[in-house]
């Protein structure tokens, strides 16, 4: 096996694992929700846009590993200098553009919740603000490999 295709498996298991993360995560998630509208039923109805962003980030955040596991693949096959990968970068940045959105949303739903119930939410704010931060550098990168990959195709066609 030569170092491309073992780094190509390794990082298609990393997507994996993460997506199977993200399986427990939505299997989960009711049950949680369940547990804690028992324990304070007057911000109960809170919960309803939490899952919703919980789950519309889950969604987002698989579709942008199946983009990643193709692109995986069009490397393995010595095809990553096509359209097809640049679409998917494409998708992946609208992805990540995507949860920085519902982010943002959970936690303008935090501090309304914050207002209601007395809490100070400066934890989850500061995790939020982290990911955001993280996801921020994720499109950098994918924009730093999106712009050469579209010049090489647009000379490609000439």
């Not at 498996?9 to 547990?35: D, E, M, N, Q, S």
């Not at 998917?88 to 992805?95: A, E, G, H, T, V």
């Not at 949860?99 to 939020?128: E, H, M, Q, R, Y």
Request: hydrophobic content about 55%; glycine content about 6%; aromatic content about 10%.
């Amino acid at each position: 096996m030569n170092v491309k295709r073992g780094s190509t498996t390794f990082l298609k298991v990393i997507i994996f694992l993460v997506g199977v993360a993200i399986l427990a995560l939505c299997i989960w998630l009711p049950g949680a929700a369940i547990r804690d509208a028992g324990a304070h039923p007057d911000t109960a109805y809170f919960l309803i846009p939490f899952l919703a962003c919980a789950y519309g980030f889950c969604a987002t955040l698989s579709v942008a590993l199946y983009q990643a596991y193709k692109l995986l693949t069009y490397i393995e096959k010595s095809n990553a200098f096509s359209e097809l990968s640049l679409n998917s970068l494409k998708i992946i940045k609208k992805c990540a553009f995507t949860v920085i959105f519902i982010i943002l949303l959970g936690l303008v739903n935090l501090k309304v919740l914050s207002k209601v119930t007395g809490d100070d939410p400066a934890g989850p704010t500061s995790l939020g603000l982290m990911g955001i931060l993280a996801i921020s550098i994720i499109i950098a990168a994918v924009d730093a490999l999106q712009k050469p990959l579209k010049n090489f195709l647009e000379k490609g066609s000439e």
